[in-house]
Structure formats: C-alpha cells, structure tokens
C-alpha cells in the first residue's frame, strides 16, 4: 500500500469535489521494479483519443495498434522511488489541464495518506485548501 | 518483449481461435473500499483509483483498451461495515484508460461501499 495520495480539483468542473487519486500497489510494485513504459507513450494514445472526443468520433475510435504497442515494446524506464512513481502517476492519471497549466491556486497536492480524512459525512463538500 | 503470432489453439481435442482469448479475457480488475480512506486491495492492470465523490470510484488502466466500447461490472461486497444486500449498482467503461463505477444504496442514493469488486472485458 502507498504511504500517498494526491488529492486535486478539476479547473474544467469547479462545481465538482475534490477528488483522490490512490495509487494500486501492484501497479507501484512495477514502477519500483523498473517495468513501466515512458510517460509519453500514455500521452501519445491520450492525446489521441482526446482528439477524437473533441471531435466527436469516440464511440467508433479505436487506438493506432503501433502505438499501443508501444505500451509492451518502447524500452522500459529506470526503476522509481514511491516518490518519482506518485509524480509518473499524476502525469499519467490526472489530467493534464491539472497539473501542466497554470492557475491562480494549485490546484494538486501530494499527502500523506493519513492526512486524508476518514469521515466521509461531508465527502460532496471537500475542497483542496491552500 | 517476444510475440507469438497464431491463429488457433488447441488443448484436448478442442481448438479455439487466439481472437477469442485476446476479446474474451478480462482486461482489468480491482477489488476496492471507497468507506474510509479509499483504498485498492488487489487488482490487475489498473494503475490507480480516483475517488471522484461519494460512491464514484473511477479506475484508471494501466495498459490501454484498444477501443473505449468495452463491457463492465461493478458489484458490492459489502454496502456498508459487513452488511451484504443487495444495492443498485452500476458503471461504465468511460475511455480506453478508465472504468468508472457508480456505487448505490438500496434507495436511489450513491454510497460508498465497504467494499467492491469492478472488471472490464472488451
């Protein structure tokens, strides 16, 4: 289990809650084991089907089969640290408008997972404070 | 990375086309907890869970579907604590990179569930 979650707001839905990303643990066992693709090849099927969304063609879109196989063949990175696999992770899983644009308040942290809280009475309300 | 290229398998006097295998196996699985701090216990190729809200957990692939017209479940094991009944339950396989779930009660509420089970096929 990851000792950290990241928690951020979407700048596109700001009516929307905070939301948690939680790392899998099978998945950061890879990472540290150094098995994991280049963060580009994910952006490069991304991009893609983004494209595809914003021109409304998704529900026939299907990837460049060389590029998702790139996914298996694009040679393997170095292993990461927890740390550096939680910051491939938000490059990975979060999007990008989060975390490669600038905004007048952050809008994603990096916690410890203890600091999240554990009553979720009022989980629709939260909000990321800076 | 090595790739074998056939056809058809065969194992016992039966023979199956490999399409069958490569469309018809589970590409994704995770059993989670969205009570409390939101947590994976166990999964196969999914990267991360996004706790999007109150019963929303949206599960994030680590290798890509092909296509985002893929087939889903999302199933309770527990509603909430140890109880098991049924709920409303449902989700959808929303890109070629995430599942979302949506996680009910047994009223038209979302909740978060003690625990869950969620898989893809496509």
Redesign the interface.
């Known amino acids: 289990m990851s000792n950290y979650r990241v928690i951020f707001e979407d700048p596109d839905f700001p009516e929307e809650p905070a939301k948690i990303l939680v790392p899998a643990p099978e998945w950061l066992e890879q990472a540290m084991l150094g098995l994991l693709a280049p963060i580009w090849v994910h952006h490069q099927l991304k991009d893609a089907e983004e494209l595809a969304i914003a021109e409304g063609r998704h529900t026939t879109f299907k990837h460049n089969p060389e590029h998702l196989a790139l996914q298996f063949t694009a040679p393997r990175i170095d292993p990461l640290t927890e740390e550096e696999a939680i910051e491939y992770l938000i490059m990975k899983d979060i999007p990008k408008r989060v975390w490669a644009q600038q905004h007048n308040r952050q809008m994603f942290k990096i916690v410890r997972t203890e600091q999240v809280p554990s009553d979720r009475t009022f989980r629709d309300a939260w909000r990321l404070s800076t | 990375?090595s790739t074998f290229i056939v056809e058809n398998l065969a194992f016992g006097g039966t023979t199956a086309p490999v399409d069958s295998l490569v469309k018809g196996s589970t590409k994704m699985w995770?059993q989670y907890v969205m009570?409390?701090?939101?947590?994976?216990n166990?999964?196969?190729n999914?990267?991360?869970?996004?706790?999007?809200?109150?019963g929303s957990p949206q599960l994030?692939l680590?290798?890509?579907l092909?296509?985002?017209?893929g087939a889903m479940w999302n199933t309770p094991g527990f509603y909430t604590g140890t109880t098991a009944y049924a709920v409303q339950a449902g989700g959808r396989v929303s890109?070629?990179?995430t599942v979302l779930g949506y996680c009910g009660s047994d009223s038209t509420t979302r909740a978060?569930w003690s625990l869950g089970s969620m898989g893809a096929i496509g």
């Not at chain 2, 009570?35 to 994976?40: N, P």
């Open positions: 990375m995770a009570a409390g701090t939101a947590t994976v166990g999964s196969y999914v990267s991360s869970l996004t706790d999007l809200g109150v994030n680590a290798i890509a092909s296509t985002s017209n890109s070629t990179t978060d």
